[in-house]
Structure formats: structure tokens, C-alpha cells
């Protein structure tokens, strides 16, 4: 081989090798990391139920991915979305079934899982509706965020 041939091979060795590797997480660092995870979806769906919309904001990415239903709401829609939304309302009630967490990797998790909603006006509360809710989150330098969510509503006669 030639010198250059050996250097090229050479560097691309150091190289490869300080590339960083991704290691598989233990069940305990699973376990941990989806106690985290509930525990920022507890402050998310706390939020909703108070009608917080700046603080359920707060918990997506600046460049989520959403669908509602079978639409998918660019990310300022759904921003205004929740401020009109909450802004007709006084608060929400929500029961929710155990959750499915996935955990892809130390940054990324997924998480669905269903229950039920209602809304409070007037010091009245309507009926619950059945909700399902999927989504990614992401380690970001200011903590989780949602990337991608997907949420998905019934009509309360359906229970479905």
C-alpha cells in the first residue's frame, strides 16, 4: 500500500473511533427515564386541565409535527388552536388509562396511551369524551419536548 493509502486509513481509523456509540440503556436507566417521562406528561395534562395554554405550549417543540383527529394542523394553527380553545373554556377534567412508553433511545420516547376528557364552563361540566393521545418527545438543551403528537377524539354517545 502506499503512504497516502495508509494515512487515508489511518485517519479514518481515529476517526471511527471517536465517533461516539450509542450503548443500549439497562432496564433500571429504562425504567428511570419513563418515570421521568410520566412525570412531564403529568405537568402536561395538569396544565391542560387548568387551561394553561402558554404552559401546554411550553411542552412542544417549535417545529412540532400535530394531528388532530385525521388533520394535520401546522404548528401556528395549533398554537392558536389551543389559545382559542382554552380561552372558551374554564377548565378540564381527564381520567387516563395506563400508558404505553417506548423507549427508542436515551433522547427519544414514545408515548400513548387513552382515557377521558371533559370540559368545565360556567361551573357546569359537559359530558366525557373518549381521547387517545400519542406522542414523541425529545431530550432537547431545555428539557423534553413533544415532536410529534397525535390526538384523537370521540363523541361521548360512542364510548369508543
Known sequence: MTRITLAVLALAGALAACQPVERELTEEQQLALIDTLMGVQRDLFNAAKAVDADAVIAFFDGDAGVI???E????????????DSYAAIDGQTASWHPAKVSVISRD????????RVATIVA?????????????????????????????????PASGR
Not at 394535520?72 to 389559545?83: A, E, L, N, T
Not at 393521545?133 to 377524539?153: C, F, I, N, P, Y
Request: glycine fraction near 8%; charge should be negative; aromatic fraction near 8%.
Open 68 to 70: 388532530i383527529g385525521t
Open 72 to 83: 394535520v394542523v401546522p404548528y401556528p394553527m395549533f398554537v392558536q388552536q389551543v389559545r
Open 108 to 115: 427519544v420516547v414514545a408515548l400513548t396511551l387513552a382515557g
Open 123 to 155: 361551573g357546569d361540566t359537559s359530558e366525557a369524551v373518549p381521547v387517545a393521545w400519542t406522542e414523541v418527545l425529545v431530550r432537547t438543551d431545555s428539557g423534553w419536548k413533544v415532536l410529534h403528537a397525535h390526538q384523537s377524539m370521540g363523541s
